[in-house]
């Protein structure tokens, strides 16, 4: 679970300073599909911890896949 938070980490920041750089807004939608799929890992995580922020991370993971499938 480490390694593939890791790794989508780096993808959504190399994704996002490459947008900035180049101005081109082309692959927002997906970083923000990917962005949304890293808040679900974490709200999952969050529910074996038996914490409440899960319910938090849960519902902003949900509306961040929505307004990206939107937005496709």
Not at 11 to 24: A, P
Not at 25 to 32: A, E, K, M, T, V
Not at 33 to 48: D, S
Not at 61 to 67: D, E, R, T
Request: hydrophobic share 55%; with cysteine; charged share 10%.
């Amino acid at each position: 679970m480490k390694f593939i938070k890791i790794s989508l980490t780096c993808l959504i920041v190399y994704i996002f300073v490459h947008s900035l750089i180049k101005n081109d807004f082309l692959y927002s939608p997906i970083s923000s599909l990917l962005l949304g799929c890293l808040l679900a890992i974490v709200g999952l995580e969050q529910f074996k911890k038996r914490r409440n922020w899960g319910y938090l991370f849960s519902a902003v993971s949900l509306l961040v896949i929505v307004v990206s499938i939107y937005s496709f």
